[in-house]
């Protein structure tokens, strides 16, 4: 390889490194990032409880920072118009209870807790649909529309894979409806269903792993970029074109 061609070649392994090394102040980065979130929410699950955002305040809303905040709120439950999404938790499959609580202003849909697939007719857990006004304290989060991994919700034939809760109230008929919704906590209920309580508040953390990841393809480059462009290198140490 002539002397040229290889200062070419390692000024293109120069860029790369410069990529790489860009990549990996990038997931650094990511990870400040990422622990900062893990503390927002961590404290907002551990703060005191406040009222349910009303109407004013909906269009304000987002995950970033009101994901996983504690929310309470007080009404009726409207347990003939429950909607059950499919769950897979640590208690096995079955539904989360989705019911609409109709509060003073609006109403708020309730992820009341999670039912094995036995227990999915509502008449099989009677006991659990309270009647009377009801104080619901939980997390709030925000809607997920569409559906679930390859599967999309299908209102028509009742069939639920993701909370979407616009598609829920208006399947249901609901009036005005909050934008997210509330998972329930671990209040238990009478009869021992719904269970409540279950939400997973897990955040991946891998960035450290990808940044070292890039720096040492990085080392790498340059490496491949010294020994090209090192004194003394020659044809004979290079590879044929």
């Known amino acids: 390889m002539t002397r040229p061609r290889r200062a070419a070649f390692a000024a293109a392994a120069l860029v790369v490194a410069a990529l790489l090394a860009a990549l990996g102040v990038w997931q650094l980065e990511r990870r400040e990032w990422?622990?900062?979130?893990?503390?927002?929410?961590?404290?907002?699950?551990?703060?005191?409880?406040?009222p349910a955002p009303p109407p004013a305040?909906?269009?304000?809303?987002?995950?970033?920072?009101?994901?996983?905040?504690?929310?309470t709120a007080?009404?009726?439950?409207?347990?003939?118009?429950?909607?059950?999404?499919?769950?897979?938790?640590?208690r096995g499959a079955g539904y989360w209870v989705m019911t609409p609580l109709e509060t003073p202003g609006f109403t708020l849909l309730?992820?009341?807790g999670?039912?094995?697939?036995?227990?999915?007719?509502?008449?099989?857990?009677?006991?659990?649909?309270?009647?009377?006004?009801?104080?619901?304290?939980?997390?709030?989060r925000v809607t997920e529309p569409g559906g679930g991994f390859l599967r999309?919700?299908?209102?028509?034939?009742?069939?639920?894979?993701?909370?979407?809760?616009?598609a829920i109230a208006a399947a249901r008929g609901l009036g005005r409806t909050a934008p997210y919704f509330v998972d329930a906590d671990?209040?238990?209920?009478?009869?021992?269903?719904?269970?409540?309580?279950?939400?997973?508040?897990?955040?991946?953390?891998?960035?450290?792993?990808?940044?070292?990841?890039w720096f040492a393809l990085m080392l790498l480059a340059?490496?491949?970029?010294?020994?090209?462009?090192?004194?003394?290198?020659d044809a004979s140490n290079m590879p044929d074109e």
């Open 34 to 50: 990422k622990h900062a979130l893990i503390a927002a929410v961590d404290a907002r699950i551990h703060a005191a409880p406040v």
């Open 222 to 233: 340059l490496f491949f970029a010294w020994r090209l462009w090192r004194p003394g290198a």
């Open 114 to 140: 999670f039912v094995p697939r036995e227990r999915r007719d509502p008449a099989t857990r009677a006991a659990g649909n309270t009647a009377g006004p009801t104080t619901v304290t939980g997390l709030l």
């Open 152 to 166: 999309a919700n299908d209102p028509a034939a009742n069939r639920w894979y993701s909370r979407d809760v616009a």
């Open 74 to 90: 007080t009404g009726r439950f409207r347990h003939d118009r429950e909607t059950l999404v499919q769950a897979v938790t640590d």
């Open 57 to 71: 305040a909906w269009r304000g809303i987002d995950a970033a920072h009101d994901a996983y905040r504690r929310v």
């Open 186 to 213: 671990a209040a238990p209920n009478p009869g021992g269903l719904p269970v409540g309580g279950l939400t997973v508040v897990k955040f991946p953390d891998n960035h450290l792993v990808y940044a070292l990841t």
């Open 110 to 112: 309730v992820n009341r």
